[in-house]
């Protein structure tokens, strides 16, 4: 049948990274789907920088795989580089990253998703949404046809009203050398929409061959290399290094003399940009004090000589560009492959759309990714996950699947987006989450993979894995809590360490939790390694073992302050609560309050300006 003749159970609409996780998570379920994106030769294009992961951003990665999607087989697939960020901070910490061959990850994510049953495709834009009284029933194409759908994602990124600015230069654009996107915040606009305009930006791309690489610092990847998916994805064999370099005063001044036809000085740009990914001039004026910033020279992949400048994102003209890169050192001879530019565009504030990412006004429509005020490939998939998910639920009547802040960044960043909203380009950070020592990239497996396969979507082959990771874990510990060490055996390795010796045998689970100690220096306590050997234990599991010796306080702590916030997470508001009965409330709570419409107390609790005087107030008026 002709796709204009089906009604499909989901539309997804946009290509990027949100809507491939969405239209892969949605098939995957059972539902009927197609994917509406403006060109199919750019599925999941890296817009930025061609790197997945990192702080906090390499849990989510964790998080999406083991709930079975595929951003973090995808990066497996087609990195150059990895890299365990913070490994000498404490594992909650720790955050995988990986440089990606750019245009290998579009072709894996494109093969992966031809080979989803379920997944039909069409290469057009869309320009309109179709709607019946307050619910969604389909969308309008630029060539004519209109689609049905019973449900439909929006995921158009940085495309809607796309407006590129380089120096005094602007043109309509959704990313560089793509047309934007019109017609569809005017028609959500239109059924009552809030939106608003963000901005970001992206550095050159240059030729490798002309830089001198003799006068940068080698930054190779990882020796020990990991992969990103709980699945056996192939481990690299071979990285490709990037190189470090500065900028210089010298530098500064150049950029300085731009500053007047600067898009972003002048006022030609109004729209927040994302904090933490500062432009250079940004970066210049902000930190007048600093004589140098770092540029990161990083390859864009393993058969190609393109190179991306991390570190110079700006939209100042070209020939300053041009002038200012050349006295950075190693990049006196460089020949561009693409100036950088600023991209303003049209997101709609995130406090519109409920847990599940549906929105509040009409029924059956999600968003996902950076329309939502989001930065970053990583945050955009995982939305595109959890609103592929609730969207094949919803066409099955089912109950929508959330996510609690305890139970995965994934939560954090949604229950963030739509309780405070966000009025800058929202990135995920460690700190944001309240409980990240139980959100680690390590257990992202153990926490989520009965989640994702109850859902249909994590294999059986996931969650035996996962089990096998389980047990062997708690075997481990069993027998590090029952199997004594003589002081014969551990004082030479506490001597070397420069320890206090023992005097008498110790439990080896105490000696292992000890911060100075690791099972590497364990080699010659034969029973340790004995029992290693026959119970087939590998490095994952040392380290889940580890962690859990070193870290239970920490753990359980967290645990038990989570247990305590579920309490009042099962305290539920009733839909559409009326507020302004309650007359103890402040107006401000009265106001926030209705304005989000928090599903239980415990999202209450974290709306700015309601007190904790207005939840004892609302507590109180629920008989608790
Ligand atoms: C210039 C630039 C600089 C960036 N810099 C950074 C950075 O420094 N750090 C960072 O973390 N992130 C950065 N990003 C953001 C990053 O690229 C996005 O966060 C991420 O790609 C968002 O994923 P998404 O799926 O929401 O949208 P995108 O990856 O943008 O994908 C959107 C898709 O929707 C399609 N589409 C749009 N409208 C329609 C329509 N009407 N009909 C059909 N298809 C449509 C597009 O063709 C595209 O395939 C930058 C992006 C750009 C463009």
Sequence with gaps: MSI???????IVVGGGHAGSEAAAASANMGARTLLITMNLQNIAQMSCNPAMGGIAKGQIIREIDAL??????????????FKMLNKSKGPAMWSPRAQSDRMLFSQSWREILETTPNVDFYQDSVIGLLFDNQKIIGVKTALGPQINGKSVILTAGTFLNGLIHIGDKSFGGGRAGERSSTGITEDLNHQGFESGRMKTGTPPRVDGRSLDYSKMEEQPGDKITHSFSFLETKPLKKQRSCYLTHTNEKVHALLREGFDRSPMFNGRIQSTGPRYCPSIEDKIDRFSTKDRHQIFVEPEGWNTVETYVNGFSTSLPEDVQDKAIRLIPGFEKVKFFRYGYAIEYDYF????????LETKLIDNLFFAGQINGTTGYEEAAAQGLMAGINAALKTQNKPPFVLKRNQAYIGVLIDDLITKGTDEPYRMFTSRAEYRTLLRQDNADIR?????????????????????????TANLIK??????????????????KGLSKINQSLKLYKVAARPQLCFKDFKNIESLQNFLTTEKID??????????????????????????????????????????????LSYEAKEKLTKIQPTTISQATRISGVSPSDISVLLVYMGR
């Design 448 to 472: 989520l993979t009965p989640l994702g396969h109850e859902l249909g979507l994590a294999s059986e082959q996931r969650l035996v894995k996962m089990k096998a990771k389980k047990k062997k």
């Design 68 to 81: 079975g999607g595929y951003s973090a087989i995808v990066t497996d697939n087609s990195a150059i580089q």
């Design 349 to 356: 504030p995130p406090t519109q759309l409920k847990h599940s």
């Design 479 to 496: 027998f590090l809590k029952e199997t004594s060490v003589t002081k014969a055996e551990i004082n030479p390795i506490l001597e070397t």
């Design 539 to 584: 490095n994952t599991i040392l380290e889940q073992a580890e962690i859990h010796l070193k870290y239970s306080g920490y753990i359980e702590k967290e645990k038990s302050n989570a247990d305590k916030l579920n309490r009042l997470e099962n305290v539920i508001i009733p839909q559409n609560f009326n507020y302004e009965k309650v007359r103890s």
């Design 4 to 10: 204009f003749n089906t009604i499909y159970d989901v």
